[in-house]
Each structure stands twice: as structure tokens, then as C-alpha cells.
């Protein structure tokens, strides 16, 4: 059974911290610039460990963006430690950065948690440096957990009509995920109570988790989303932003060439066969408006169209409130599980609150003797019973 959310929506580590053995006598580097596809080059394709560029400082901040990238790609294949040829102090803030875009791009990397860099000292040799990605699971089983979340994907793409739209796809996997997977509540309390994560934990918060375990919190939903619309060729995007008092993940995606915020954890609802569209193909501007306020969210394409809202696709929306149109919106939703009215204003939500509910005018367009409603500040949501 699904738990109710937590109004504290939290995004578990959802900016690694990263860890750096420092040292002392550090050895000043030369100051050469040479071509970096070269140096890469030389570094991954040399058996000889003692071919070294370690007297290389790249002077360029593009070049040494673009070493740390092609570093943190070899993890794909499962790797967990590289010698670093290439490095010196003030490479750690940019190598940090790296890691942090790398993890956003590749939510199908389930197992890293955070990097050490080690410095290696043998008398009369030169100084080496090794990086080190600490994992959230057993090394011998990452195998077999990327094989499981395979399936687990395979699974979802199997049921997906190839003739369905970019909207029916996105929508399909949004309500797919939602009713296969739980909120975890007793995560969520230990990142606010500030308890020691164990490995399983910072697993369950990754696109495993979501998809194998049915268990984790809004940064899990956001990189299984990611990871399946991507399958779907489906441009996908990780989000992640800060109020002043909690931290949340969610998506942006782009359907026939527009970009639209998608976000399951709010979409989660008490009974684990309902899913709501509130957050649905929402604008910036909707974000900014809910009861949330962020004061920073990462760069991402502005969201304002509004063609693939869910209330406005299905025509669920209403500018201004009037009887009559609200009868037409209501009637042809008879036959679905919920009924919904969604308007651009608190003002326009309470005049029909006032009318339909108060003046029990909802009973001349739905013929039953009780009904069930719940309300925000733009939508009416009403259950027959």
C-alpha cells in the first residue's frame, strides 16, 4: 500500500559529495598545453604504467571539463578506479562539477556514490594520484542490478504501442511508474532527521530502486522517468531545485518540439491505483505558483507551452467559471473515475466551488445523491459515488 506523502519532498544526495584525500609537498606542474583528445588518448590506450603526462597542467577550463568528462564515462562499463595522469588542486572544483552533470545525464549509473582522488607516493618514483568512485553496492552484483533494471525497462517498453503519440507515451509511463511504485516515507525522515545512510538506502534513492525495488523517493522517480523516455526517443531532462528549507527532483521533456515540466512524486497520490495530473506538462510559471517556492532549480529549457497540459489537452479547462461550460466539462467525464475542473485562478476555483458545491448545483448535472470532492487553489477534483 502506497504511503501518503510528506509535504517535505526531498531529494536524497541529489548533489554528490565529493571527497579529496589532500596531501602536502604537492608538486607544481609545468605549464604546457598540448592537444587534450591527445592526452586522453595517451592516457587510456598506454599499458606501460610508467608512461606518464603527470607534468601536464592544462591551462584551459574546456580542456580540463572535457578530461574529467571522458573520466567519469569509463564508469559505464562498470569501472570504479583510474590512475589519474592528469591532475593538480585546482582541477577539483571543475572534476566535481563533472560528476555531478555526469550522474544528471546518466540516471542508468545506479551504483556510483561519491569520488576520493588518493595521492600514491613510492620512494624515487614519481607521484601518482588515483581516483576512486565509492559504490552503493557490492561490486560483484552491480552485474547482475544493471540486468534487473534492464528487464524492469524492457518490461515497460514491451507495453508501449510504437503508433502512440509522444503524449501517449509520456503519459503512459508517468501513470506506469506512479501505480508500481511507493513514496519512501522512512528514507525521506532519515535525510530530515539526518541519520547515516546505508548502502541500500543511497540505492533505493536511484532509478533502481523505482524500477526494482518499487521503492524511493522524488530524485528515483525523476531518473526512472528519464532512463525510459530517453529509450522512447524522448528528449529528457533530470531537474533538481532548492526552497529554503528542503530540496526536490522532477523532469522536463520535450514533445513536438516544446518543453513541459513532468513531476511523478507530486503526481503520487493516498490510493496506489489513482494517479493525479496536477503536475502533468506544467509551465515554469506553475511551479513557481504552487505552494512551493524554489529559490534555485538547475538550468534546464524553459517549460511555457501549455498545448499538452493534461487538463487543457483533454479540455478539462475552464478560463472563466460559468454553469454552463462547466456542465459540458463535467458530463463527458461521466464515465471516468474522477471528474475534473481546472481554472487559472483561485478566484475562478472559488466561484465554482460556490456554485456547484454550496449551491449543490453539481446534482443537476450528475445524477447521484453524494459525491466527493477535494479542491486547490485552480483545480475541482470530484469522485461519484
Given at each position: 500500500m502506497k504511503k501518503k506523502i510528506s509535504l517535505i519532498i526531498i531529494v536524497l544526495l541529489i548533489i554528490s559529495t565529493v571527497s579529496v584525500i589532500f596531501f602536502t609537498d604537492f608538486e607544481t606542474l609545468t605549464n604546457i598545453s598540448l592537444d587534450i583528445d591527445k592526452i586522453i588518448n595517451t592516457i587510456f590506450s598506454s599499458k606501460d604504467n610508467t608512461q606518464k603526462v603527470s607534468d601536464i597542467n592544462l591551462i584551459s577550463?574546456?580542456?580540463?571539463?572535457?578530461?574529467?568528462?571522458?573520466?567519469?564515462?569509463?564508469?559505464?562499463?562498470?569501472?570504479?578506479?583510474?590512475?589519474?595522469?592528469?591532475?593538480?588542486?585546482?582541477?577539483?572544483?571543475?572534476?566535481?562539477?563533472?560528476?555531478?552533470?555526469f550522474l544528471d545525464e546518466n540516471p542508468e549509473i545506479f551504483w556510483t556514490d561519491n569520488f576520493q582522488i588518493y595521492k600514491i607516493e613510492s620512494h624515487g618514483a614519481p607521484i601518482q594520484y588515483k581516483l576512486v568512485i565509492e559504490t552503493n553496492t557490492d561490486s560483484e552484483l552491480i552485474e547482475k542490478e544493471r540486468e534487473r533494471l534492464d528487464l524492469e525497462i524492457e518490461k515497460i517498453l514491451s507495453q508501449i504501442d510504437k503508433n502512440m503519440s509522444d503524449y501517449e507515451k509520456a503519459i503512459f509511463v508517468h501513470d506506469y511508474i506512479i501505480k508500481n511504485c511507493e513514496y519512501d516515507t522512512e528514507l525521506a525522515d532519515k535525510i530530515v532527521n539526518g541519520k547515516e545512510l546505508s548502502e541500500k538506502d543511497n540505492l533505493q534513492r536511484s532509478a533502481y530502486g523505482c524500477l526494482v525495488e518499487k521503492s524511493t523517493i522524488c530524485s528515483g522517480?525523476?531518473?526512472?522517468?528519464?532512463?525510459?523516455?530517453?529509450?522512447?526517443?524522448?528528449?529528457?531532462?533530470?531537474?533538481?531545485?532548492?526552497?529554503?528549507?528542503?530540496?526536490?527532483?522532477?523532469?522536463c521533456i520535450n514533445i513536438d518540439g516544446e518543453y513541459y515540466n513532468v513531476d511523478l512524486t507530486w503526481d503520487e497520490s493516498e490510493d496506489p491505483e489513482e494517479?493525479?495530473?496536477?503536475?502533468?506538462?506544467?509551465?515554469?510559471a506553475n511551479r513557481s505558483d504552487s505552494e512551493h517556492m524554489f529559490v534555485t532549480i538547475t538550468q534546464h529549457p524553459a517549460c511555457t507551452a501549455t498545448r499538452y497540459n493534461y487538463f487543457i489537452y483533454n479540455g478539462y479547462y475552464l478560463k472563466e467559471y460559468s454553469f454552463n461550460e462547466a456542465s459540458k466539462i463535467i458530463s463527458k467525464q461521466l464515465n471516468n473515475d474522477?471528474?475534473?475542473?481546472?481554472?487559472?485562478?483561485?478566484?475562478?476555483?472559488?466561484?465554482?466551488?460556490?456554485?456547484?458545491?454550496?449551491?449543490?448545483?453539481?446534482?443537476?448535472?450528475?445524477?447521484?445523491?453524494?459525491?466527493?470532492?477535494?479542491?486547490?487553489?485552480?483545480?475541482?477534483?470530484?469522485?461519484?459515488?
Open positions: 577550463e574546456k580542456n580540463t571539463k572535457k578530461y574529467c568528462e571522458t573520466l567519469f564515462s569509463l564508469t559505464k562499463s562498470g569501472k570504479t578506479e583510474f590512475p589519474l595522469y592528469i591532475y593538480d588542486e585546482s582541477m577539483f572544483s571543475i572534476m566535481n562539477s563533472a560528476y555531478q552533470k522517480y525523476a531518473k526512472a522517468y528519464q532512463i525510459i523516455m530517453r529509450k522512447l526517443g524522448i528528449e529528457c531532462i533530470y531537474i533538481y531545485g532548492t526552497t529554503k528549507t528542503e530540496a526536490h527532483a522532477w523532469n494517479v493525479k495530473y496536477d503536475y502533468f506538462c506544467f509551465t515554469d474522477k471528474v475534473y475542473i481546472k481554472f487559472p485562478s483561485k478566484e475562478e476555483t472559488e466561484k465554482a466551488l460556490y456554485d456547484l458545491i454550496e449551491q449543490n448545483r453539481i446534482f443537476n448535472i450528475i445524477q447521484v445523491s453524494k459525491i466527493r470532492y477535494s479542491y486547490t487553489d485552480t483545480l475541482i477534483s470530484i469522485e461519484i459515488e
